[in-house]
C-alpha cells in the first residue's frame, strides 16, 4: 500500500478527498504549497500510521479534526498558513501521543490553549503564534521538559506567563510585552 502521499508546491487545488483516510499504510502526507481549499478530512484520524501531517501555505478552512489527536504515531503535525479556525483540539494533548512538532501558526484559530497540550512528552517544538488564541498559557507547559521552541506572539493571550513556564527554561522575568494585555 501507499506509505508517502507527497504532491508539495504543484498548485494543486480542489478539496482533500476523505478516501485518503482509507490508506491505512500511510506514513506521510506531504501536500503543502499548495491551492486545496475546503476541511481537513476527519477520516485521516483512520490513518493509525500517520507520522507527518504536512498541509501548510494551502487554503484549508474549518476546523482541525479532533480524529488527529487519536493518532499515537503523529510526529509532525504543520498545518501553519490556511484558514483554519475553530478550537484546538484537547485530544492533541493525551500522554501516548508522540508529537514532537504541531505548528499551526498563522490560522483563525480561537480560544484558549488546551491544558491537556501540557502532556505532549515528546514535543520539542510548538507554534501557535498569529491566531486569535485567548486565556493564559496553561501552567502545565511547565511540564515540557523537551521543548526547546514555544511561540505565541500575536495572539490575545494574557501577558504573564505561569512561573511553572518561565522555570522551565529558567527565565527570570515571566511577562512578555507581545501579548495583548
Not at 502521499?5 to 503543502?32: I, K, Q, Y
Not at 498558513?81 to 480561537?110: A, H, K
Request: a neutral charge; charged letters at 15%; proline letters at 5%.
Amino acid at each position: 500500500g501507499i506509505r508517502v502521499f507527497s504532491a508539495s508546491s504543484n498548485w494543486l487545488s480542489g478539496s482533500l478527498p476523505s478516501e485518503l483516510g482509507n490508506l491505512r499504510l500511510l506514513d506521510t502526507v506531504e501536500l503543502s504549497l499548495n491551492m486545496l481549499t475546503g476541511e481537513i478530512p476527519s477520516e485521516l484520524g483512520h490513518c493509525g500510521r500517520l507520522r507527518s501531517l504536512l498541509l501548510h501555505s494551502n487554503r484549508l478552512q474549518g476546523g482541525i479534526p479532533s480524529e488527529l489527536g487519536r493518532i499515537s504515531n503523529l510526529r509532525n503535525l504543520v498545518l501553519h498558513s490556511n484558514r483554519l479556525n475553530g478550537n484546538i483540539p484537547s485530544q492533541f494533548g493525551t500522554p501516548r501521543n508522540e508529537i514532537e512538532n504541531f505548528d499551526v501558526s498563522l490560522n483563525l484559530l480561537n480560544g484558549t490553549i488546551p491544558t491537556e497540550l501540557g502532556q505532549l512528552h515528546y514535543i520539542r517544538c510548538m507554534k501557535l503564534r498569529s491566531n486569535v488564541l485567548t486565556g493564559q498559557v496553561p501552567s502545565e507547559f511547565g511540564l515540557l521538559s523537551t521543548l526547546e521552541s514555544l511561540s505565541l506572539i500575536g495572539n490575545r493571550l494574557d501577558a504573564s506567563i505561569p512561573r511553572e513556564v518561565c522555570s522551565l527554561w529558567n527565565w527570570t522575568s515571566c511577562s512578555v510585552t507581545d501579548f495583548f494585555p
